[in-house]
């Protein structure tokens, strides 16, 4: 059973960092796109940031210069550095993937979610 583990999430300080980490577990062939999505109360999830395979990148418009996503294919492990935090980026965070199994099923996969909290 495939699963993404978040964690690194917690309380900061504005101007402060933290740094996410994703791992997927299972019967995995292999992991197209990965992604941090940013959920805040009541509202929708958002995209925040997406790594191809290849490690192409792309960001919204509000984490440019602050955010940087990696990943490390080998460990099946996509990362979130997150510096120059700012109370607008409170939110829970969820990392998603693009993962084919062994057995050939490919779908997207959702972690549990980690909550970011930025204080002023």
């Known amino acids: 059973q495939v699963q993404l583990v978040e964690s690194g999430g917690g309380l900061v300080q504005a101007g402060g960092s933290l740094r996410l980490s994703c791992a997927a577990t299972?019967?995995?062939?292999?992991?197209?796109?990965m992604a941090w999505y940013c959920q805040a109360p009541g509202q929708q999830r958002e995209l925040v940031a997406v790594?191809?395979?290849?490690?192409?990148?792309n960001y919204a418009d509000s984490v440019k210069g602050r955010f940087t996503i990696s990943r490390d294919n080998a460990a099946k492990t996509v990362y979130l550095q997150m510096n120059s935090l700012k109370p607008e980026d409170t939110c829970v965070y969820y990392c998603?993937?693009?993962?084919?199994?062994?057995?050939?099923?490919?779908?997207?996969?959702w972690g549990q979610g980690t909550m970011v909290t930025v204080s002023s």
């Open positions: 998603n993937a693009d993962i084919r199994e062994s057995g050939g099923i490919r779908r997207f996969y």
């Open positions: 299972g019967t995995i062939f292999n992991i197209e796109d």
């Open positions: 790594i191809t395979s290849g490690g192409v990148t």
